[in-house]
């Protein structure tokens, strides 16, 4: 049980921010891979940092509550910054994720409609479908076996929400070609930033993404379409066959009566597609990693899976109400978001008039125009919120946290525009999780850590390695 471990669980290999330089073609020069390459030392100390960009103001914002005031208390200042829509509009067009004010709040109002109609519950049998898909898949490989546990979650993560949308799997080479798309889309929208802060006109800066974003948007556009044409001649009420699809082509707006129309729809699915299937499959293969990392952690949660279960026969997979069991391998959920969360930054823009932004430290004018960069990497990691914050350790999540904490954990955001796909992607991590601690014993790969970038997503750059070995278990 012992073999391959690696020598510290407790402190899993992440990218370490370079030293301090006040060069700034430098340092974008080390962004232009990842993100991460912008950081410094220094960035992951301070309250709030501050640089000139080529003459753009950009704030690092890191005091909680800090946080809070950008993204709760004084939100309307604060709107997503217009980079946001830049880098994402050729494939999610003018989606929720990225526009502001009334165009936000009407689809805002519709999303979480379509939210209450197809609820945890609904979607559980998707997730479900999704994941004994994968465990058959993994059964193929053997008993004992080296899998690239990314690009699994990858498949899973795309399959549940796919299954939700739309009623139908993905799967062979539709998966690859579009996951393809995806991944080259993640790299160029990296550099687009890079680039843009070097004063490159949008027009040249979205050049580069049009091409993969119109193999994903032509893909969803055509169920959209033919779902569309069903529903004139369907005589069924909706209510019996419904997905998250009909759901959002129901919705109407209480306020204005507005309805998505077809380009909304297309618009809406690719982000929700972007969204649901990106993260959950980072932090879905990271987690599995951690937990192969950490013997004793693995343990805990496999005797918590294994007390919920009882001795019912491995293929009975666990139920709606058992994933609510599960308050151990829910912190090691956390634990994995906290370490190394999928959307490692979120960016805003000062807007309607000159302010100040203040913390213990100190107060900095913060002019209309300036950027503020909230970055869950860095705050997860900071060592004045967060005791031993590189070391993996789900307990922290079972004590009672400080407020100062739960405003320096986010990795969904934080406010009006928090994710409200957090618990759906939490029921699916759980189920996914669990039903692997289940099956196998999770073993790392010790000549191949993974080599995590700073994209829309943090995503391994080389896979994520791992030997899953079969345990015995009932029939
Ligand atoms: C582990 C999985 C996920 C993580 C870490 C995550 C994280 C986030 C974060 C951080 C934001 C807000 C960003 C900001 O304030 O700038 C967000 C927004 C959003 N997420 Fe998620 N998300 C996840 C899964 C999902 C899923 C599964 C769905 C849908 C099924 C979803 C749908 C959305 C939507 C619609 C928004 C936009 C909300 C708005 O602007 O009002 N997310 N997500």
Known sequence: MVDNYPEEPLQPPWPKPKPYTSNIFRRLARGWKSWFGLLNEWDFRVSLGELNLLGKRVFLVNDPLLVRKVLVDEVDL??????????????????????????????????????????????????????????????????????????????????????????????????????????????????????????????????????????????????????????????????????????????????????????????????????????????LGIAAWLLARSPEVQKQMRVEVMSVVCDRPIHSMLRFD??????????????ALRLYPPVSFFIRDRDKKDGELATSEGRRRCPVGSLLTLSPWVIQRHDKYWPEPHQFKPERFLKNSSSLQRNAFLPFGMGPRKCPGASFAKQEALLVLAELVRRYELLPVTDQDPDFVGLLTVRSQNGIRLRLRELEHKT
């Open 78 to 283: 604060f709107p997503k910054h217009p980079y946001t829509l830049w880098i994402l509009e050729p494939l999610i067009g003018r989606a929720i994720f990225s526009v502001n004010g009334e165009e936000w709040a009407i689809q805002r109002r519709l999303i979480d409609q379509a939210f209450q109609v197809a609820n945890l519950k609904k979607a559980f049998p998707a997730m479900t479908a999704a994941t004994s898909s994968l465990l058959h898949r993994l059964e193929m490989n053997g008993v004992d076996s080296f899998v690239d546990i990314d690009k699994e979650m990858t498949m899973v993560a795309a399959d549940v929400i796919i299954r939700t949308i739309l009623s139908r799997p993905i799967e062979g080479d539709e998966a690859t070609d579009i996951f393809k798309a995806f991944s080259r889309y993640q790299r160029h929208a990296g550099r687009a930033l890079v680039l843009r802060f070097l004063r490159l006109p949008k027009s040249l800066i979205q050049l580069s993404l049009k091409d993969d974003a119109k193999v994903i948007r032509n893909w969803i556009q055509a169920f959209i379409h033919e779902r569309l044409e069903q529903n004139k001649v369907d005589e069924r009420n909706p209510l019996e066959k419904i997905d998250f699809l009909d759901t959002l082509i129901m919705a109407e707006d209480p306020k204005t009566k507005k309805k998505f129309s077809e380009q909304d729809l297309v618009d809406q699915v690719c982000f929700l597609f972007l969204a649901g299937h990106e993260t959950s499959a980072s932090s």
């Open 322 to 335: 058992e994933l609510r069991q599960l308050p151990y391998s829910e912190a090691v959920f956390n634990e």
